[in-house]
């Protein structure tokens, strides 16, 4: 069927128009994909297409084979990738690779603060290798059994399937995507272009000489080695996959997910982050400080975002929160970066000229500025400045109530000696992670002892019959077995 500017399409409840450009850069055998809850049309190359479909393919089968691999040639695997990693030639070559990835990150402005490959990032990658190895998780595990005279029915976990992620350009991701396996899943997954050459590296250096060693089927783990976003969403519309996870933020992970969904496929997905911290009438004015700067060390989706002061005791504190950025940002020899709302600025000292890091470079601003309520919903994407609102609250039913209308509904932390407070807090606001110090904690490996294959928020609604952290012990379905003792058994 030839596609021609102008021919109309219905995509869910939108009826849509086919651009010029789009129809000029349609190819025989391209796919046209429409996204209902964004009304969009994508196009999918005919390559991109055969592609992915030959990748999920191979992850599928992959996946039966499983069903015959042991527990210990999956663990040997996880002690074999950890083993490769940890060989500093195999270490030397993977950075001479990623140095050349974040070097054209460098020149099209792009963030490298999770790109580059770093001996940090090495070892907490082996790290999360041996606790998925040293994880006690049965591929099947009877979960119940019920009796009834003449047979008997029992509950299974079961492995799920092919398992799709579509992450961001951070290396380390492949410590996190390989755990489907230790539940006897299979994974393909597309990694932001950033870090495709790293991805390839560790590939060739660590993922597949480990399946081999360990007897496993070289499909099950599969990188789509594309720039292209059209990968992505040929990936989460094969209705192969079993679960789709997609990790980022902003509208990308939100049109992926709608793409899953739409294809009638589970999803996991992070949407955006960033933290709020709630500050109580009994707050410790010395905690406090604390909190906020080692919840401010570096940028991830659990740095706190949005602080909100009582107005009551604001005069003391908002100096004090201000302090405590500084303190983090002094790490990097530098100030944090400040925008008030509901007059913070008036509790402060006057504005000074700061050096701020951003990912077109080095830039002199207003330590503080002054921001709206309605801009509570943005999260700050900051480099080396750490960058948060600081929000006077009229109080703390004030602050729970712009946490539930503006935050991502994802991490809250409230700071207070009070009891009554934080059971308040825990009770009133519309997130997954509650705590009561700094926010960082959020975390499936710092915080369960179980390697993260990601986040959830609560952005979209809350999660059904599962915790906000997607685990190696979370990828599984549910079997049904019956042993029939009586052949006379009937209805």
């Known amino acids: 069927m030839e596609i021609q500017a102008g021919d109309r399409v219905l995509v869910g409840t939108h009826i849509l128009s086919v651009s010029e450009d ?20 994508r196009r999918i190359p005919a390559e991109v297409h055969d592609m992915v479909s ?13 069903a015959s691999i042991t527990a210990t040639a999956c663990n040997e695997f996880f002690s074999e990738a950890a083993r490769l990693l940890s060989d500093d030639a195999v270490y030397k070559e993977i950075s001479r690779i990623n ?6 990150a460098q020149r099209r402005s792009r963030s490298i603060t999770r790109l580059q490959f770093s001996s940090k990032m090495r070892d907490d990658m082996v790290r999360a290798f041996e606790m998925w190895r040293d994880l006690p998780l049965d591929t099947e595990q009877k979960i119940s059994e019920i009796e009834h005279h003449g047979w008997t029915v029992e509950e299974w976990r079961a492995p799920l399937g092919v398992i799709g992620f579509v992450f961001e350009g951070r290396p380390n991701v492949f410590a996190d995507a390989t755990g489907v396996l230790k539940s006897g899943n299979t994974v393909v997954f597309r990694i932001g272009s950033d870090a495709l050459q790293t991805a390839r590296a560790i590939m060739e250096f660590v993922i597949r000489p480990a399946l081999k060693n360990a007897g496993l089927p070289e499909g099950a783990v599969v990188l789509l080695e594309s720039r292209e976003h059209a990968a992505g969403w040929s990936l989460f519309s094969d209705t192969r996959l079993a679960l789709a996870v997609a990790r980022g933020s902003g509208e990308a992970v939100a049109e992926l997910g709608s793409i899953a969904q739409q294809s009638g496929i589970s999803v996991s997905l992070h949407g955006t982050g960033g933290a709020w911290i709630l500050v109580g009438e009994n707050a410790d004015a010395g905690e406090l400080r604390k909190i906020i700067q080692h919840s401010l060390d570096r940028k991830v989706c659990n740095t706190v975002n949005t602080v909100c002061v009582p ?11 201000v302090g405590g950025a500084n303190d983090a940002a002094a790490t ?24 701020v890091v951003r990912s077109n470079g080095l830039l ?8 709206n309520e309605t801009e509570l919903h943005r999260e700050f994407e900051w480099e080396e400045t750490p960058e948060f609102f600081l929000v006077v609250t009229d109080d703390l039913s004030h602050s729970i109530e712009l946490c539930n209308k503006y935050s991502p509904h994802f991490v809250v932390s409230i700071v207070s000696t009070d009891a009554k407070e934080k059971e308040i807090v825990w009770s009133s ?7 009561d110090g700094f926010t960082r904690w959020v975390d499936g490996q710092f915080a369960l002892l179980r390697p993260e294959l990601g986040l959830s928020n609560w952005e979209r609604g809350r999660l059904f019959a599962r915790s906000g952290i997607l685990s190696g012990d979370s990828a599984f379905t549910v079997r049904l077995r019956v042993r029939q003792a009586d052949p006379g058994l009937h209805r």
Do not use: W
């Open 99 to 104: 140095s050349q990835d974040v070097e054209d």
């Open 364 to 371: 002199r601003e207003s330590q503080l500025s002054i921001a």
């Open 22 to 41: 789009l129809a000029k850069d349609l190819q025989p055998g391209d796919q046209l994909l429409g996204i209902a809850a964004t009304g969009s049309i």
């Open 332 to 355: 990097r020899s530098g100030f944090a970066k400040v925008h008030c709302v509901n007059g913070a600025e008036e509790f402060l000292p006057p504005s000074q000229m700061i050096e």
């Open 54 to 66: 030959e990748r999920v393919g191979q992850a599928r089968e992959a996946f039966y084979e499983m």
């Open 311 to 321: 107005r009551v005791r604001a005069a003391e504190l908002c100096a004090l929160v």
């Open 429 to 435: 606001v519309d997130a997954p992670f509650v705590g």
